[in-house]
């Protein structure tokens, strides 16, 4: 099995450049060119597993022995042996057939690091066995940067490098990021904005000399193993409920479609999936698409789902993909429409077979606290402000009262303690593990909003390893 470009132009690669290449060369993303399929009687035998074996038995076929299995079965032990909880992606019942699937059990408590923990461990070893190393660099407004540095901590092959926006992260953010004190792992705090941060990272990948001589690179949300390792927790919640003898559904909330894409790749291997609810705050680009047919661009507005304040979902255009029957060519000029114009619109057809399976649905900020509070009354859980939208998508979107509805439970309220408060009047803890985090020295450096400064710094950190 090799991995194509949905752009169709670029060239064909193996497991393991595809994970080291990120963004394919002409703009596209990777998928693979055939997908594992997993028959009844295989789904069945998945049910008595442990998250590990049933994470090398779905994922191993898209390595395609680029990695051996006993050292990939040994990655994925190492992974998930760091989790909170015994059984990894725990199942909760809040209600009749109402299920949420706890994805906070990570170092950072965010889904996140399902696929990033396992992700810094495949880099090494792919790293180690070319004989390379990379400098990964990355602009964060909080959230994604502490799982992504957690995965990359003390691994040999890589330095990491995060920007975040001087004293605009939340504590809690900033120190899970800080707070880190492995030689590998680089904090700067820059004296400007997000926009700031994410403008001097694209600069420093535009400039391909130095991209190049630096061995820089990304682990952000299109990386196709990220996907990979996401797929692995659908066939646990679906084969503990009762698949292949019982469909499921799934509500989830939804940034830059890479979470729910996941379940549609689940779906085509084999699980049988009923309904896909994608949930939205307020930057609700891809409900209107779903209602509409229409994809239209608007503004980004701050809300209490930080997480999930996207206008343009990257991983959509997977999906894409294969709406199109993966023709690369009419996506690409699909795309290229997108960009130009800010809207595409798909036809009539078109609209009904995504319809028969994604449904959108929006909540705002007020709406969000008010699920956090109900939730929290009929059930004692605390939901953080992302898993109460994707709670509420599946209350409200669902056709059928005899299919299990799964929500996934994306963040541990704790990362939002001021939002869950303000709905509940409970300040949410800290699981004991991350208990001393207010109390942990931090290290970061402050830099100027200065591109030269900046590179100089980079320079350094990857001169000192190298
Ligand atoms: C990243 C994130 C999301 C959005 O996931 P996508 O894969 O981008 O759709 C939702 N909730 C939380 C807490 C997140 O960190």
């Not at 992700?119 to 790293?127: C, E, K, M, N, Q």
């Not at 503004?299 to 023709?327: A, G, H, K, W």
Request: net charge negative; aromatic share 10%; with cysteine.
């Amino acid at each position: 099995m090799s991995y194509h470009s949905t752009r169709g132009q670029a060239p064909a690669l193996a497991f393991d450049d595809v994970l080291l290449a990120g963004l394919a060369r002409d703009g596209g993303l990777y998928l693979p060119s055939q997908w594992p399929h997993f028959s009844k009687e295989e789904l069945a035998s998945f049910a008595g597993l442990s998250y590990p074996e049933l994470a090398v038995r779905v994922m191993l076929p898209f390595l395609d022995g680029t990695i051996a299995e006993d050292d990939f079965a040994r990655m994925v032990a190492e992974t998930y042996a760091g989790f909170g909880h015994a059984a990894v992606a725990p199942l909760k019942q809040l209600g009749r057939n109402d299920w949420l699937l706890e994805l906070f059990h990570g170092p950072t408590l965010a889904f996140k690091d399902y696929a990033l923990q396992l992700l810094g461990r495949l880099f090494d070893h792919v790293l180690a066995k070319k004989g390379r190393r990379v400098t990964i660099v990355g602009a964060t407004s909080g959230d994604t940067g502490s799982a992504a540095i957690e995965a990359c901590r003390d691994r040999a092959a890589v330095d990491i490098i995060i920007l975040h926006p001087k004293g605009r992260t939340s504590e809690v953010q900033r120190r899970q990021m800080t707070t880190v004190m492995s030689s590998n792992v680089r904090n700067i705090a820059l004296e400007g904005t997000f926009d700031d941060c994410q403008d001097m990272v694209k600069a420093m990948f535009n400039d391909e000399p130095f991209r190049d001589r630096l061995n820089l690179s990304a682990v952000n949300s299109i990386n196709w193993a990220r996907i990979m390792a996401q797929i692995v927790y659908y066939f646990a919640a679906g084969t503990a409920l009762g698949a292949p003898h019982r469909p499921i559904s799934f509500a989830v909330p939804t940034g830059n479609f890479g979470n729910v894409y996941a379940a549609f790749a689940a779906r085509r291997m084999g699980l049988p999936v009923n309904q896909l609810v994608v949930g939205s705050n307020t930057n609700d680009i891809l409900t209107r698409f779903f209602d509409s047919g229409r994809m239209s661009k608007g503004e980004v507005v701050p809300t209490l789902s930080p997480s999930m304040d996207i206008q343009v979902s990257s991983n959509f255009e997977r999906y894409l993909f294969d709406l199109f029957c993966e023709d690369g060519a009419r996506l690409r000029d699909f795309m290229e429409r997108f960009r130009r114009d800010g809207a595409f619109e798909v036809g009539e057809t078109m609209q009904t077979s995504i319809a028969s399976l994604f449904q959108g649905y929006r909540l705002d900020d007020e709406g969000t606290k008010r699920v956090i509070r109900q939730v929290y009354e009929e059930t004692g859980e605390l939901l953080d402000p992302h898993s109460a939208i994707g709670v509420a998508a599946g209350r409200a979107r669902r056709r059928d009262r005899a299919t299990p509805m799964v929500a996934l439970a994306t963040a541990h309220a704790a990362k939002f303690p001021d939002a869950v408060e303000a709905a509940t009047g409970v300040r949410p803890a800290l699981p004991e593990r991350l208990a001393d985090l207010y109390d942990r020295p931090e290290r970061y450096d402050v830099l100027p909003n200065d591109l030269e400064a900046v590179k100089d710094y980079v320079r350094q950190v990857a001169g000192v390893n190298a």
